[in-house]
């Protein structure tokens, strides 16, 4: 039987947190703080920051764990699970799942991706990755931040990570932006791109990740007048 969202989310942090209190120079946050999400595009380092700002400042980042949380839930593995994530079906594909008798699996998941995100928001202190998750929080003071770069820069950097022609990686590329897109029209109504849903847009060709981690840092204490905590162990190790 599948466990409840909460439980899940508790024993995740949890186990982060005994993790991350065996570390030199670590501090657990005194307070609950407001939630952070990213927002990225395919290729613009969004994940990158996210994992960087977490170590940072101390915040637990859910971005594959939450595949873990959902397909736990709903019963499901978490393959079949990625193959619902930030992805909109096409009706063939949602036919074929009807005559599976899983049409149900994808509203599932979308519940149960609101109600993690919802947890994880009233817990605070948490940074989430991707998922529409700026348009299911409902607190002010969550921080909502949107990575872009330009179209070209991704295709070439995907093309020399994965060893594909510039014609393939682009194809590829902006399949992904699509997907995510599509995503969250379809489930949420709204633009990924539209400037007003985030407090904070980012240029990773412009600024380095730790350039952007400290942008984020200044921009969401200006926001929530909170003073974030700091892994001082970390900038010593980047020193």
């Known amino acids: 039987m599948a466990r409840k969202i909460p439980q899940l989310i508790e024993q995740q942090v949890q186990f982060w947190s005994r993790k991350k209190n065996a570390e030199k120079g670590y501090h657990p946050p005194a307070k609950k703080l407001p939630i952070i999400t990213v927002s990225r595009e395919f290729g613009a380092k969004g994940a990158a920051l996210a994992t960087a700002l977490g170590d940072e400042i101390q915040f637990k980042v859910w971005d594959k764990d939450l595949l873990s949380v959902i397909s736990d839930e709903i019963g499901r593995s978490e393959q079949f699970i990625k193959a619902l994530d930030e992805t909109r079906r096409g009706l063939l594909e949602d036919t074929i799942f009807g005559f599976m008798n899983l049409r149900e699996t994808n509203l599932n998941y979308l519940i149960c991706l609101v109600k993690t995100v919802q947890a994880l928001e009233k817990k605070g202190n948490n940074i989430v990755v991707g998922r529409g998750a700026n348009y299911i929080c409902e607190n002010d003071s969550s ?32 399949a992904k932006d699509e997907e995510r897109k599509s995503f969250v029209q379809y489930n949420f109504k709204r633009n990924v791109d539209h400037p007003g849903d985030y407090d904070l847009i980012l240029n990773s060709n412009t600024y380095s990740i730790e350039q952007m981690v400290e942008m984020v840092i200044h921009a969401y204490e200006l926001k929530t007048g909170v003073k974030l905590p700091r892994n001082h162990a970390r900038k010593k190790a980047l020193a």
């Not at 070209?152 to 020399?160: D, E, G, L, S, T």
Request: proline share 6%.
């Open 143 to 174: 921080f909502h931040i949107r990575v872009v770069c330009p179209l070209k820069n991704r295709i070439q950097a995907y093309a020399k990570k994965e060893g594909l022609p510039n014609g393939v990686a682009g194809e590829i590329v902006m």
